[in-house]
């Protein structure tokens, strides 16, 4: 069965900086990779998604991730955080082979301070 | 944009009564899916639906858990007798294709449970 690990509860950075929040992942299968960010009381927005193809992809608001197979990582970056992308961010994971469901990691509260 | 909405935003309800959570997914869409998130803890999957019937199912959705599509555009839970522990925001997505097409799920906004 598929899983996901979001291993920072919290990320903190400092506005204009460039900011990671971490995703790992396990499958038997091909891996479908997904963010989605989660403003107060909001539902998830979907960021960006790998699927095949080149490992860097690049999706909503300047939010890009890298798949890194041999590491089984998908790690959401910004190359200069705002104030304003202070939200919650969750990794998905779909395995190619089994269910229609995802499986979410915990979530990551990213805070982006002035 | 179009949105997946979901109504209500927050539902009071007295353990043992039957709660029924809506959804009106997006309109071209045809996968509906239910998502639960205890307070503090991980979305969870619950149930996927196409043509008019589950596709699939975790652990979490047993019997008491029901899904509908009564008309063309609503989607609905239904929670037969409710438990302390089924307090939750419970998330409707909806999609374009399944894992096949690869399409992404968009969420709705969720709705409150809190059973007193």
């Known amino acids: 069965a598929q899983s996901v690990a979001q291993p920072e509860d919290q990320v903190n950075v400092a506005e204009g900086n460039p900011l990671t929040v971490k995703c790992t992942y396990s499958?038997?299968?091909?891996?479908?990779l997904f963010w989605y960010v989660q403003y107060p009381n909001r539902g998830l927005q979907f960021l960006l998604k790998?699927?095949?193809?080149?490992?860097l992809v690049k999706g909503s608001y300047g939010f890009e991730a890298e798949f890194n197979k041999s590491q089984t990582s998908f790690h959401l970056k910004k190359p200069s955080a705002l104030v304003s992308d202070s939200a919650l961010y969750f990794c998905a994971v779909r395995d190619g082979i089994e269910a229609n469901d995802m499986r979410f990691g915990a979530g990551t509260r990213l805070t982006v301070k002035p | 944009e179009p949105e997946v909405t979901q109504t209500p935003s927050h539902q009071v309800t007295q353990m043992g009564q039957e709660v029924i959570l809506r959804c009106v997914p997006i309109?071209?869409?045809?996968?509906f899916y239910w998502y639960r998130q205890i307070l503090g803890q991980k979305v969870e999957f619950l149930v996927s639906?196409?043509?008019?019937?589950?596709?699939?199912k975790s652990e979490i959705f047993d019997d008491q858990f029901s899904v509908e599509r009564p008309d063309g555009s609503n989607f609905t839970l239904k929670i037969r007798s409710t438990k302390l522990e089924d307090s939750a925001m419970y998330f409707c997505?909806?999609?374009?294709?399944?894992?096949?097409?690869?399409?992404?799920?968009?969420f709705g906004d969720g709705t409150r449970l809190s059973i007193l």
């Open positions: 499958v038997s299968g091909n891996p479908y």
């Open positions: 309109s071209n869409h045809l996968y």
């Open positions: 997505a909806s999609s374009e294709g399944d894992r096949t097409s690869n399409q992404p799920q968009h």
């Open positions: 790998y699927i095949t193809g080149d490992n």
């Open positions: 639906f196409y043509n008019n019937e589950i596709s699939e």
